[in-house]
């Protein structure tokens, strides 16, 4: 079983940054494929960025450019660090970590693009 805590969620400035983080507790965290979704009101919980446990990254069209998934082993931790930021890009972020049949989430930070 996997716990996943996200923080770093808020309102930020277009044009701002953001750096989310999500930190897991209660498995070995290194085998985990580690994703960030978002979800805006209204709409799709949608992937926004991917890292595989090789440390292969997939982003959305959207994130790309913009958005940079890494993660910390020793720390048990994933972030998306979000760089130039859109309207757009408001919603709730929820990072998930996956393998096999195991399908963790956490429950979601939300981040507010707003001048």
């Known amino acids: 079983q996997v716990q996943l805590v996200e923080s770093g969620g808020g309102l930020v400035q277009p044009g701002g940054s953001l750096r989310l983080s999500c930190t897991a507790s209660g498995s070995t965290f290194s085998v985990y494929h580690l994703a960030w979704y978002r979800q805006a009101p209204g709409q799709d919980r949608v992937s926004v960025a991917i890292l595989s446990n090789l440390n292969t990254t997939n982003y959305a069209d959207s994130a790309k450019g913009r958005f940079t998934i890494s993660r910390d082993n020793a720390k048990n931790t994933v972030y998306l660090q979000m760089t130039n930021l859109l309207p757009e890009d408001t919603a709730v972020y929820y990072c998930?970590?996956?393998?096999?049949?195991?399908?963790?989430w956490g429950q979601g930070t939300q981040v507010t693009v707003s001048s």
């Open positions: 998930n970590a996956f393998r096999l049949i195991e399908d963790y």
